[in-house]
């Protein structure tokens, strides 16, 4: 932090201070948790009793800023010393092994992580046997400091302020600046956008000037009214034009994507629709004004002029003004329920009933201006097609919900069997009805199994709205688990069947492969055995210490993967959380989305943010799936590459994930997945690893927190031992808090792969900050949106 900030928060503290202490202008411990806002008692514990110099039992103003102008004017030793103190509880100069276990409990609580004790019990011998140079049973501080030299990422935050040891929340997270729309990589990034825009605001003040000046015979008032009129002519045709779902996933594979903002479509349609609330108003106001002056000549009052017939304005009986003001009142209801407070509040289900009304819009305007349907007729006959073949599409063939998994965090996934003819791309998303939760409603989910999967569809549903709650709450309830004995029994026999099948193809596909003894492909030999339990159970974590681990039961069949098939027969005993089913439902789709551009792209940054990895888990096996396409083995070792070689169907040369999450269980939903994709690479490569992967738990004590040095230095330490990261049981190594995306990219843009292409999924408000670094890079921005 600067010196800016560091007085800044120095007043903070002191404001915190005075405004709890007492008449004795001091504080004691709980004053000091709250003041301070520390979560942890025993870090709030350890720097109290640092701060009472004096050993009071409570804290002077001048002790505490007396400490705090060490911790941001010392030196780095001073910082050391200070940390080496908060670890050395029972002051005896050294740092014994319990000692050092109390620390780190601490710091996994902070962190919202949960570990077993065997776990930290490992995390404590990992970091004392590296630290304990001359194995005398305790730490000292020289020994510390040695130990802490070999992180020097560590050492960098001894260089930090104060502020990141004790930080408030509101002063925790740096305010990012609002791009600057004027530069050059604004323009490239946007530039279908920005020219779109240019061409509909053109469009749109040309027809609003035609109608002014064809009607100029009225007065000004008439003038405007008949301009906005033409105007909503045109926008009330064009904001369905932009939702023809159909028709622009067709688009997507030919060359109008590269010169229309397809992807853009939905905020095309947002903006379309602000629009036509703003000119439905000021025809409105228009219209009002100028029938007050028809009043003071006419034989009309002003509230006949509005809510009845008797004066016989429009075509169809003199219905206009009463069609009018219904019109306005429908209008600013739809945009109103389609705000992002009602959409993102849990009431989805109000947006989407409230938008239906866009039929009797349609409608009441045909009734009320005369020249509507000439611009309607043939948009809304495309949009009528559309709507029949959906229904067509949805209602052939019987789909059903055939498995169910309940995963943390109360994500739903769902295993549809797939409709024989129905194709999609990777990252593509359906629209689902399941008439046991609500006959009429169809809700949009992304689909998470790749095309090469062939048998079924999977969607991951995050419970956030009345409607994805019901479907969780469905499944949870003991007696939905109580299913139909002939349905389950189905079940088991086609998918026995099914794996049979796949074991033979196994057998025969891989009798050659040697698996050597070593205790990598010992674990990969248990994947394999497994196939990775792909529907989002998290695997437990293989170590030397702990010895092989039963594999999980598996949760689908293997052809339903696409993948390496088992070698076990399911259990017929279902888990609490996990059924087979046999539920009647109804797809609608696919529809395409940005993520379509992938793979014409040469380096691609994935961005998942909580269920947003979704579409990515769709996308990371299809890409896979290709990958080993070109991957290559020895016939006289156990040596593999792959070819980097750019075609048609993949340009791909480097492709970077990153998935972020709030807590430790949200990785569960697909960590297994995760494991399979790292085992699927070629350990050599001619130009690096294909696909790296990098995890971010966002709970975690960040690297910048001084009291998680400790802890990370750790699970880094014991990472590199086991080779696998004790949150995830991944090979790749989870960092804490969230990413610092300046360094992120810049990282990217060194690697000099070809042309960055960045895909988002998540919050929109992360999506900003994403799309403003990419612009600075000059990276090219996709989000997912739909």
């Known amino acids: 932090m600067s010196v800016d900030e560091d007085t800044r928060w120095l007043e903070w503290?002191?404001?915190?201070?005075?405004s709890i202490a007492g008449d004795d202008k001091e504080i004691d411990l709980d004053q000091f948790k709250a003041a301070l806002k520390?979560?942890?008692?025993?870090?709030?514990?350890?720097?109290?009793?640092l701060f009472d110099s004096d050993g009071s039992g409570s804290i002077s103003l001048d002790e505490l800023l007396k400490a705090l102008d060490l911790l941001i004017h010392g030196s780095e030793t001073d910082k050391l010393k200070f940390l080496f103190r908060v670890y050395d509880v029972d002051g005896s100069g050294s740092i014994d092994p319990d000692e050092l276990r109390t620390v780190l409990k601490s710091c996994l609580r902070e962190s919202a992580i949960s570990l077993p004790e065997e776990k930290l019990d490992d995390l404590t011998l990992a970091l004392f046997e590296s630290a304990d140079k001359d194995n005398s049973g305790s730490i000292t501080f020289e020994e510390l400091k040695a130990e802490l030299e070999t992180f020097p990422e560590v050492m960098e935050n001894l260089t930090i302020s104060a502020a990141n040891w004790l930080k408030p929340p509101d002063l925790?997270?740096?305010?990012?600046?609002?791009?600057?729309?004027?530069?050059?990589?604004y323009w490239h990034n946007n530039s279908r956008k920005l020219l779109f825009l240019c061409v509909y605001t053109c469009v749109t003040v040309l027809l609003f000037i035609l109608a002014m000046l064809r009607h100029r015979y009225g007065g000004p008032w008439f003038m405007v009214a008949k301009g906005c009129g033409q105007c909503l002519n045109f926008n009330c045709t064009f904001v369905m034009v932009l939702m023809l779902r159909r028709c622009l996933t067709w688009l997507r594979t030919t060359w109008v994507v590269r010169v229309l903002p397809l992807d853009q479509n939905i905020l095309l349609h947002q903006i379309v629709g602000y629009a036509i609330?703003?000119?439905?108003?000021?025809?409105?106001?228009?219209?009002?004004?100028?029938?007050?002056?028809?009043?003071e000549s006419g034989e009309y009052s002003l509230w006949e002029y509005l809510l009845t017939?008797?004066?016989?304005?429009?075509?169809?009986?003199g219905t206009a003004s009463v069609t009018g003001v219904v019109l306005q009142v429908l209008i600013c209801l739809m945009v109103l329920c389609s705000s992002t407070f009602v959409r993102r509040s849990g009431h989805f289900e109000v947006f989407y009933w409230t938008h239906l009304s866009y039929v009797w819009v349609w409608a009441l305007t045909v009734v009320h201006c005369a020249n509507f349907w000439k611009w309607f007729v043939v948009p809304g006959l495309v949009f009528l097609l559309e709507k029949i073949v959906g229904i067509a599409v949805s209602r052939m063939g019987g789909l059903y919900i055939v498995e169910v998994n309940l995963l943390p965090s109360k994500v739903t996934h769902l295993v549809i069997k797939r409709p024989q003819f129905f194709h999609f791309k990777p990252g593509d998303y359906i629209y689902i009805n399941i008439p046991a939760i609500a006959?009429?409603?169809?809700?949009?989910?992304?689909?998470?199994?790749?095309p090469e999967q062939p048998d079924t569809l999977w969607l991951h549903i995050r419970s956030m709205g009345q409607w994805t709650n019901r479907l969780y709450e469905y499944f949870r309830q003991p007696e939905r688990q109580a299913l139909s004995p002939r349905r389950l029994a189905t079940s088991l026999r086609n998918h026995r069947q099914l794996t049979k099948t796949q074991e033979d193809m196994f057998r025969s596909t891989h009798s050659n492969r040697a698996v050597a003894s070593n205790g990598d492909d010992a674990i990969e030999l248990v994947m394999y055995r497994q196939n990775g339990s792909q529907s989002g159970?998290?695997?437990?974590?293989?170590?030397?210490?702990?010895g092989p681990v039963e594999p999980l039961p598996d949760k689908q069949g293997p052809a339903e993967r696409g993948e390496v098939p088992p070698l076990r027969e399911i259990s017929t005993k279902l888990g609490e959380n996990h059924m087979f089913c046999n539920i009647k439902c109804y797809v609608d789709g696919p529809y395409g989305t940005p993520t379509r551009q992938i793979f014409a792209s040469e380096h691609t940054v994935l961005i998942g943010a909580g269920i947003g990895i979704t579409p990515f888990a769709s996308i990371l096996q299809s890409i896979m799936y290709r990958y080993r396409m070109r991957k290559q083995n020895c016939p006289n070792c156990n040596y593999s590459w792959c070819e980097n070689i750019k075609d048609s169907d993949m340009k791909l040369r480097k492709v970077d994930f990153i998935w972020i999450n709030r807590d430790q269980k949200s990785f569960e939903w697909f960590v297994s997945l995760l494991t399979k994709l790292e085992m699927d690479q070629a350990d050599e490569e001619p130009e690096g690893r294909f696909l790296e992967m990098h995890m971010y738990m966002t709970s975690a004590l960040s690297k910048n927190d001084m009291k998680a040095i400790g802890l990370q230095m750790a699970l880094d330490l014991l990472a590199k031992k086991e080779k696998r990261d004790s949150i995830t049981g991944l090979r790749t190594r989870t960092q804490p808090g969230r990413p610092e995306w300046g360094k992120v990219f810049q990282k990217v843009s060194e690697e000099k792969k070809g042309k960055v292409h960045v895909f988002y999924c998540g919050a929109p408000a992360l999506a900003k900050v994403i799309k403003a670094e990419c612009e600075h890079f000059g990276f090219k921005f996709y989000k997912e949106n739909f």
């Open 13 to 18: 503290i002191t404001k915190q201070f005075e």
């Open 38 to 49: 520390v979560k942890e008692s025993f870090f709030a514990e350890r720097f109290f009793a």
């Open 172 to 185: 925790a997270q740096k305010k990012r600046q609002t791009p600057r729309y004027l530069t050059r990589a």
């Open 277 to 295: 609330l703003g000119f439905s108003v000021v025809h409105t106001t228009a219209h009002v004004f100028n029938f007050v002056w028809m009043t």
């Open 309 to 317: 017939t008797r004066p016989g304005i429009g075509w169809v009986q």
């Open 439 to 450: 006959k009429y409603e169809w809700h949009p989910f992304t689909i998470s199994s790749p």
């Open 537 to 546: 159970v998290a695997l437990p974590s293989v170590s030397a210490a702990q």
